[in-house]
């Protein structure tokens, strides 16, 4: 990937960003909120193209995150550095112990044991949603053709209760909902290639 095919991407996920509610919650309010959600936006592009776990639509407005993860990648020191430099210049320290709180018991409800598929994230520019613009399809089909290629479950939350119910209208399956702190309901979603109705598309 050239440079300005990353500067592309990195700004289309600062402009996602904003309307996610994670990640409103993530960056510090007040002062230069634009290059914080900059600076997230880098470090989740350059994580998922240094994992290949980025995925972006044909027409390049639509970008996911697909991780194939296990509990034990979770391990707090092994990205100490790049945490504390999120601290630094995206959270804030008070928000930072906030993100841990949350994140422990959202990551509690993914598999214990074994490797998984996690989408961290995935978002498409305003002017190309909907049923009528195929992105959405498109990028579902990777996600499901790459769980059917390795056989993993595909995990993945929402805070967003339409977009809770357009995963299960394209095969996730709901198994639980949280009272986030901020209020929100938190929707946790997977799709299970082995289940007989999951065809590969």
């Not at 290949?52 to 707090?76: C, H, M, P, Y």
């Not at 998984?116 to 190309?128: R, S, V």
Request: aromatic fraction near 10%; glycine fraction near 6%; proline fraction near 3%.
């Amino acid at each position: 990937m050239d440079k300005l095919e990353r500067k592309d991407i990195i700004d289309k996920v600062t402009t996602l960003l904003k309307e996610i509610p994670s990640s409103m919650d993530i960056v510090k309010k007040g002062g230069d909120r634009d290059r914080r959600f900059r600076y997230l936006a880098t470090h989740m592009v350059d994580k998922a193209i240094e994992k290949d776990a980025l995925i972006v639509s044909e027409n390049r407005q639509g970008i996911a995150i697909l991780f194939k993860t296990s509990k034990k990648d979770n391990n707090i020191w092994k990205d100490l550095w790049s945490q504390l430099k999120l601290v630094a210049n995206v959270t804030g320290v008070q928000n930072a112990l906030d993100i841990l709180k949350t994140q422990k018991y959202i990551k509690n409800q993914r598999p214990q044991e074994g490797e998984y598929l996690y989408c961290w994230f995935w978002g498409i520019l305003k002017e190309y949603r909907g049923a009528d613009t195929q992105v959405g399809k498109e990028m579902k089909d990777v996600f499901f053709r790459t769980a059917h290629d390795t056989g993993l479950e595909l995990y993945a939350e929402t805070r967003g209760r339409t977009n809770a119910i357009v995963y299960q209208r394209v095969g996730f399956d709901l198994f639980h909902e949280w009272d986030h702190p901020s209020g929100d309901t938190m929707y946790f979603l997977k799709y299970d290639p082995k289940k007989p109705r999951n065809k590969r598309p």
